[in-house]
């Protein structure tokens, strides 16, 4: 992509980005709203997780190796493309004051929190598909409050979430074999 394109891009996004955020920014309470239900789902997530190992301790140990391994090696994965890729952020490139605080630069693609939660939410399908579906639920709304609070594009948790869902569907998928 040229300058010209690049530079052309990030103006239409800077432009979509408002759209979606003014609504928002004159309401404190539903920015400080989208900041507890983003950092919420996040500790949802460590929670199920780790349910979801004790429930395959209990039921079978075995289960733990595709659900502990095949997650860990898609997160390891994720996170050494996204240091090798460092793709900005959106508050680094276009002219927008992100809703959700964030130390750092770079590194925005693919979605690491999208990722996570998707491949998370999948693998709960190994052990009850009600509480997957329930999760992927919430795995999109954590996509949404990453994208709307400005710390990611949408192509970023696009992606973090097809990565994910691939992840946790094939540790799922093992784990019901074993």
Not at 1 to 7: F, G, L, P, S, Y
Request: charge should be positive.
């Amino acid at each position: 992509m040229t300058v010209t394109n690049q530079a052309r891009c990030e103006q239409h996004y800077e432009q979509r980005y408002e759209q979606w955020a003014a609504p928002l920014r004159g309401r404190p309470g539903v920015v400080r709203a989208l900041n507890i239900v983003n950092h919420g789902i996040v500790v949802v997530f460590y929670a199920a997780y780790a349910l979801l190992l004790g429930w395959a301790c209990v039921s079978d140990p075995w289960k733990l190796a595709p659900l502990v391994g095949v997650t860990a090696v898609g997160f390891a994965a994720v996170s050494f493309f996204r240091r090798r890729f460092n793709a900005p952020r959106p508050y680094e490139c276009c002219s927008i004051a992100p809703l959700i605080a964030r130390d750092g630069a770079g590194k925005s693609f693919p979605s690491r929190h999208a990722f996570s939660a998707f491949a998370i939410a999948a693998s709960w399908f190994a052990g009850s598909a009600p509480v997957a579906v329930v999760l992927l639920v919430a795995a999109v709304v954590l996509a949404v409050c990453r994208v709307l609070g400005g710390v990611h594009f949408p192509r970023d948790v696009v992606v973090g979430a097809l990565i994910g869902s691939a992840t946790g569907a094939l540790a799922a998928f093992l784990a019901v074999l074993l």
